[in-house]
């Protein structure tokens, strides 16, 4: 069984519920939560909105790939409504985005999937919650924890 870190944001409708929906669906269909961080709200990043963002970060244990894992997440997301996925760093609202962070301590580079989430440690919207669950997990390629790079990233 892999530990699977996923981030879950959403800023459309009714956000706690968009996030309680996703929650159940990975549940179901992904593999047993054996951690789920506080939901924290933030601002859009990348684009502009109006819309601020609620996001939160899990631990699922699961018996599935990772590309598998990506099915998923990415069938949840449109069963949601989520109409595309954000292409060549244009990002818009959305009802759910369910980001696969990292897979254990997997290093993968594919056409549909790259592991660690190359843009992770860049979000403050997925570090925060991703930290308060997994503050000692060693990030693969920096070889770092993930607290030890939440840190170096907050006194930016």
Known sequence: MANVYLGLGTNLGDKASNLYQA??????????IVSQSAFCETAPWGFDSENTFLNAALCVKTD????????LTQEIERRMGRKQKSVNG????RTIDIDLLLYDEMILQTPELT??????????FV???????????IHPVFRKTLAELWESRKSL
Do not use: C, F, Q
């Open 90 to 93: 244009i990002y818009t609202d």
């Open 64 to 71: 599935l790939s990772p590309l598998e894992v990506l099915r």
């Open 115 to 124: 592991l660690p989430h190359p843009l992770m440690t860049e979000r403050d």
């Open 127 to 137: 570090m925060r919650p991703l930290t308060e669950i997994a503050g000692n997990v």
């Open 23 to 32: 929650i159940g669906w990975i549940r179901k269909e992904v593999g047993k």
